[in-house]
C-alpha cells in the first residue's frame, strides 16, 4: 500500500541529501581555493624574504628524500633553494633537498621521486629564488576541513528524518480523523462532515465529500419517495384485478362472466401500463446511468412513433399526422427522445374526442430545434399546467389508463436535453398545444 508520508519522507530525505552533496562539493571547492590560494600567498612571501639576502656559495650535502625522514615534523614544509645565473646553488633550507630548477618564473607543478610539489619561482639581482610545498600537505588540510564540515551535515540527517517522519504524521491527522469519522457513520447517516479547525489542503476534500454526501441524501430520499409512490399506485390496480378475478369466478352467467372479463382485461392492461411507465421512470432517475448523447435526426424520429400511433388513432376516429418535418438534427438519447415523443402522443390521442385531430411538427426557431404536438382534445385548465408534471398527478374527473407518470418522465427527458416544455391552448381555443425547444440544432 502507498503511503503518503513515507513518500514525502523518501523525496525529503533524497532532497537534503541531494543538497547537502551540493554544499559539501561547494565547501570542497571553496576549501581548495582557499587553501591554495594560502599557500601560495606563503610561497611568494617566503620567496620575497629571500631577495635581500646575502648569500655564499655552499657545496650542495646529500640528497635528501622527505619520505625518508619520518621523524621530522617539518619533512613536508617549505624548501627554499637559491640559484645564481650561471646554475650554482647558492643556498638551500634542506640539506640534500635539491628541487629540479624550474625553467620559468611563477607558479609552476614539479613532480620530484613521485612527490607533486607547487613550486614559486622569482628572479631578483641576478638570483634565482626558488620556494616550494608539497600539495600532499595541501590536500590533507582541504580533506581536513571537508570532514569537519561533513560530519554535522550527516548527523542532521537522521535528525530531520524525524521530524519529517513526525511532521508529517502530525499534518495528515486530520485525514485520519475524516476517515475515522466516515468509517463509524451508518449507512443511512448522510449528514456533511465537520468543517472547522481542518487545514486549507484538506477542506476541498472535505467539501467534496459533503457534496457527494448531500448528492446521495437527495437521490436516496427521491428513491424512497419513489418506492412509497409506486407501492401505493400499484396497490389499487392489483387490488382492482383480484377484485376482478372473484367477480369472474362467482358470475353465474355467460353476460356476467363476460362483463367480468372484459373489467379484468382492462384491469391488467392498467397495470401493465402503470408498470411499464414506472420502469421508464426508473431509468430517467438522476442517479442512473444515463446513456450518452448521439446524433438524432427529429424529422425521422417524428415519423416513426406517429407511424407506430396511426393505427391507434385510427380506430379511435382521430387524424394524426405529421403537419411539417424539417430535417433536424439535434445532439440527444434517440431512446428517450423515442419515450418523451410516445408519451406526448399518447397523451393527445387519449385526451382527443372521435373526429378529433392530433398534428406533430418538427421545425427550427433561433438556431434550435422545435418539436411541436397540437391536438383538439379536452386541453388542461392553466392553472394545472404545471402540475400535471407531478409524478402520479391524475386530473380530476380522468378517466382511461392513464398513469400520472406520463408528462413526469416528459419533463424528466427534456431537462436531460436541456429542453424548454411550454403548455399552451390550442387552435380556436380548445385542445392543448405542446412545444419543446431544444438549445441547439444542425
Do not use: C
Not at 291 to 307: C, H, I, N, Y
Amino acid at each position: 500500500m502507498t503511503s503518503i508520508r513515507r513518500r514525502l519522507l523518501v523525496w525529503l530525505i533524497a532532497a537534503l541529501t541531494f543538497a547537502t552533496v551540493a554544499a559539501l562539493a561547494a565547501s570542497f571547492l571553496e576549501a581548495r581555493e582557499g587553501v591554495n590560494d594560502l599557500f601560495d600567498y606563503q610561497l611568494q612571501q617566503l620567496a620575497f624574504s629571500l631577495r635581500k639576502q646575502p648569500f655564499a656559495g655552499v657545496a650542495p650535502g646529500p640528497r635528501f628524500d622527505p619520505r625518508d625522514d619520518d621523524d621530522d615534523d617539518d619533512a613536508a614544509d617549505f624548501i627554499s633553494q637559491v640559484w645564481d645565473r650561471g646554475g650554482t646553488l647558492l643556498y638551500y633550507s634542506r640539506p640534500g633537498t635539491d628541487l629540479p630548477r624550474a625553467v620559468r618564473t611563477g607558479f609552476s607543478h614539479v613532480q620530484w621521486k613521485g612527490e607533486d610539489w607547487r613550486v614559486y619561482t622569482t628572479l631578483e639581482d641576478r638570483r634565482v629564488i626558488q620556494v616550494a610545498h608539497p600539495m600532499a600537505l595541501r590536500r590533507e588540510m582541504i580533506g581536513a576541513i571537508t570532514g569537519r564540515m561533513l560530519l554535522p551535515l550527516l548527523a542532521l540527517i537522521p535528525v530531520f528524518a524525524l521530524i519529517v517522519w513526525f511532521g508529517v504524521g502530525s499534518g495528515l491527522a486530520p485525514l485520519k480523523r475524516i476517515a475515522g469519522a466516515v468509517s463509524r457513520r451508518s449507512p443511512t447517516s448522510l449528514e456533511p462532515l465537520p468543517t472547522t479547525g481542518l487545514p486549507a489542503e484538506t477542506r476541498p476534500l472535505v467539501t467534496a465529500l459533503n457534496d457527494l454526501l448531500g448528492r446521495l441524501s437527495q437521490a436516496l430520499a427521491a428513491q424512497r419517495e419513489f418506492t412509497a409512490d409506486a407501492a401505493h399506485e400499484l396497490r389499487t390496480p392489483l387490488t382492482a384485478v383480484k377484485l376482478q378475478i372473484q367477480l369472474l369466478e362467482t358470475a353465474r352467467t355467460q353476460e356476467e362472466r363476460a362483463t367480468a372479463l372484459a373489467q379484468l382485461k382492462l384491469g391488467v392492461e392498467r397495470s401493465a401500463h402503470l408498470t411499464e411507465q414506472l420502469l421508464t421512470m426508473a431509468r430517467l432517475e438522476p442517479e442512473a446511468v444515463e446513456r450518452p448523447f448521439t446524433a438524432v435526426r427529429l424529422d425521422e424520429l417524428a415519423r416513426s412513433v406517429a407511424g407506430e400511433r396511426a393505427a391507434i388513432a385510427h380506430t379511435k376516429g382521430i387524424d394524426l399526422g405529421v403537419t411539417e418535418a424539417a430535417p433536424v438534427t439535434v445532439q440527444g438519447d434517440a431512446d428517450g427522445l423515442r419515450v418523451l415523443l410516445g408519451n406526448l402522443l399518447d397523451n393527445a390521442i387519449r385526451h382527443t374526442p372521435p373526429g378529433g385531430r392530433v398534428d406533430l411538427g418538427v421545425t427550427t426557431a433561433a438556431g434550435g430545434a422545435v418539436l411541436e404536438i397540437v391536438d383538439t382534445g379536452t386541453g388542461i385548465p392553466p392553472a394545472e399546467r404545471e402540475r400535471v408534471f407531478d409524478r402520479f398527478y391524475r386530473r380530476a374527473g380522468s378517466e382511461g389508463t392513464g398513469s400520472g407518470l406520463g408528462l413526469a418522465i416528459v419533463r424528466r427527458v427534456a431537462e436531460r436535453h436541456r429542453a424548454a416544455i411550454e403548455l399552451r391552448e390550442g387552435p380556436d381555443g380548445r385542445g392543448l398545444r405542446v412545444t419543446i425547444r431544444f438549445p441547439s440544432a444542425r
